[in-house]
């Protein structure tokens, strides 16, 4: 009989936990509770729900992500709620019942048009994925049924997954008009028979599964660590709504240069330049108090 362990690790969003485990706790799905009543299949997520201070349960692949509310620190409880997940665990209970999974759940897609004339996003009613995931060509990606089926269409040339939606970047040789109504249907058919975006072996891989604030676990200095916290609290959640992504990669203190990668929609826009020079870069140079001067972007 496998013992479970649990391990306390920090998000980039404060009132959420990942606590993962050191062995996979669920096979192929991601789920998402937000109240006790959507939790009826998982009583794992049943018993957390009566914790007073649990808004949200994740459980996925090895971990289980959970958001609080206000009412306590994860400080003053991470500890007693890692033990109670590890007497659970070791106790053989179960996690989820999956016998629903066969089931079609309703999902709607819609597409939406970039800034980047080459990429279209489409938007799913639910979280397909638990982050970040960016793929270049069909051999990238293994660890996606979804990413690999579409790249057999011979005019996808990328494919970008972030929680509720796919960015497709295209060759030149097909037209949107001609194209989005085969991606979309696709896409949907895919997400409703219930088939795994991505695999649990990679979602591990990548330590995802919740927007873990990665940077911050590298040893950068302090300086890049405000830059990061900028980025993240007013340069990502502008870019994700265009189907893109930007990623701290350095920074030069002699020449105060910061240089990013851009990915998804973002990688290869024509007006990334511009909103490059007169958005982010005039926001950190306002913001870091004459630390940065200049941004460069490497596409992803």
């Known amino acids: 009989m496998k013992e479970y362990s649990i391990t306390?690790?920090?998000?980039?969003?404060?009132?959420?936990?990942?606590?993962?485990?050191?062995h996979f706790i669920t096979t192929g799905t991601n789920y998402e509770f937000n109240t006790i009543d959507e939790a009826k299949n998982s009583p794992l997520a049943q018993q957390l729900f009566h914790l007073p201070f649990i808004k949200a349960v994740y459980i996925s692949g090895n971990f289980i992500g959970l958001e609080r509310y206000d009412?306590?620190?994860?400080?003053?409880?991470?500890?007693?709620?890692a033990q109670q997940l590890v007497e659970y665990l070791n106790s053989g209970a179960p996690i989820v019942s999956e016998e629903e999974n066969s089931k079609k759940v309703a999902v709607t897609v819609y597409a939406e048009v970039t800034p980047n004339p080459s990429t279209m996003k489409f938007v799913v009613n639910k979280r397909i994925?638990?982050?970040?995931?960016?793929?270049?060509?069909?051999?990238?990606?293994?660890?996606?049924d979804?990413?690999?089926?579409?790249?057999h269409?011979?005019?996808?040339?990328?494919?970008?997954?972030?929680?509720?939606?796919?960015?497709?970047?295209k060759f030149d040789v097909a037209d949107w008009d001609d194209i989005t109504m085969e991606l979309r249907e696709m896409i949907r058919n895919f997400i409703a028979d219930g088939k795994e975006v991505i695999s649990a072996d990679s979602i591990s891989q990548n330590n995802?599964?919740?927007?873990?604030?990665?940077?911050?676990?590298?040893?950068?200095?302090?300086?890049?660590?405000?830059?990061?916290?900028?980025?993240?609290?007013?340069?990502?959640p502008a870019v994700a709504e265009d189907g893109g992504n930007i990623q701290f990669?350095?920074?030069?203190?002699?020449?105060?240069?910061?240089?990013?990668i851009l990915q998804g929609a973002c990688s290869g826009c024509p007006s990334s330049t511009f909103t490059l020079k007169n958005g982010i870069e005039v926001m950190l140079q306002d913001m870091m108090n004459g630390k940065?001067?200049?941004?460069?972007?490497l596409n992803g």
């Open 153 to 169: 269409f011979p005019f996808v040339k990328q494919v970008f997954l972030d929680e509720n939606y796919v960015s497709i970047t």
């Open 208 to 236: 995802a599964g919740l927007p873990l604030k990665s940077e911050k676990t590298k040893d950068f200095d302090d300086i890049s660590l405000q830059i990061i916290d900028i980025l993240e609290a007013y340069v990502k």
């Open 8 to 22: 306390v690790i920090e998000t980039q969003n404060p009132t959420i936990l990942k606590f993962e485990s050191n």
């Open 71 to 81: 009412i306590v620190e994860w400080n003053d409880v991470k500890d007693e709620v």
């Open 292 to 297: 940065v001067e200049h941004v460069v972007a």
């Open 129 to 144: 994925v638990p982050t970040i995931f960016e793929f270049k060509n069909i051999d990238e990606a293994n660890g996606s």
């Open 249 to 260: 990669k350095s920074y030069d203190e002699d020449s105060k240069t910061v240089h990013v």
């Open 146 to 151: 979804l990413a690999k089926q579409l790249f």
